[in-house]
């Protein structure tokens, strides 16, 4: 199916590292592309610009988490021209989320002007994801143990928190994806998106995110530092 958009349906993932979002947006992908629905994904940010030798996870700089939403942004805006569907793996909040992890994990104090033009730019672009999800750490889940991050089991609970709270403190519309969750999740997100495509091809507009995706209700507590 090829509609013709000045941008497409665009459907983001966020959350915490080893929560399933890559395998989720891979199902989605899948599902819609088995409709005949032209599909394109926007992964592998925090690879790319580990590659690149920027630091990421409790390292995260302003710098980094700078490129890493510029970046984002600029791979979704290429998207837009190939699709009927965007799907995004760590939709720019995450970054966000991530970099004050990070500072919270060094027990660093942010620079409140650096920190506002990030979330000037977060905010800015948020408004043309149609749907975002937000996974939730289930504990007693274990990280996948081959990279970096997956060793420091405090900032991946911490950058939970933080990828939350940033998405509570910007009052943007999401909802979440519980780990027991992603096949429920994945025929909303399905029939979402085939209704707002449907949509489209009977005359209704599809301005604006979903209004049937208000803020998730989750604001963990961070733990104690040791």
């Known amino acids: 199916m090829s509609v013709s958009l000045e941008r497409p349906i665009t459907i983001g993932v966020l959350g915490t590292h080893s929560t399933g979002k890559s395998t989720f947006v891979a199902r989605l992908a899948h599902e819609l592309?088995?409709?005949?629905?032209?599909?394109?994904?926007?992964?592998?940010?925090?690879?790319?610009?580990?590659?690149?030798?920027?630091?990421?996870?409790?390292?995260?700089?302003?710098?980094?988490?700078?490129?890493?939403?510029?970046?984002?942004?600029?791979?979704?805006?290429?998207?837009?021209?190939?699709?009927?569907?965007?799907?995004?793996?760590?939709?720019?909040?995450?970054?966000?989320g991530y970099y004050r992890a990070a500072l919270a994990y060094r027990n660093e104090e942010p620079d409140i002007a650096a920190v506002a033009d990030l979330e000037s730019l977060v905010k800015a672009h948020s408004r043309h994801y149609d749907l975002m999800l937000c996974t939730t750490l289930d504990p007693s889940t274990a990280p996948g143990g081959y990279k970096i991050r997956d060793s420091h089991s405090d900032f991946r609970v911490l950058a939970d928190h933080y990828v939350s709270r940033v998405l509570h403190e910007m009052r943007l519309p999401h909802e979440l994806l519980p780990a027991d969750g992603h096949d429920q999740a994945l025929a909303r997100a399905l029939a979402f998106a085939t209704a707002r495509l449907s949509g489209l091809h009977t005359g209704r507009s599809r301005d604006g995110p979903a209004s049937g995706a208000p803020p998730g209700e989750r604001l963990p507590t961070p733990p104690p530092k040791e």
Do not use: C, K
């Open 33 to 96: 592309r088995l409709q005949d629905i032209d599909v394109a994904t926007v992964t592998g940010l925090g690879e790319q610009a580990q590659r690149l030798g920027l630091p990421i996870a409790f390292n995260h700089t302003f710098t980094s988490t700078l490129w890493i939403i510029t970046r984002g942004i600029s791979n979704e805006l290429e998207a837009w021209l190939h699709a009927d569907v965007v799907l995004v793996d760590r939709a720019v909040p995450d970054a966000l």
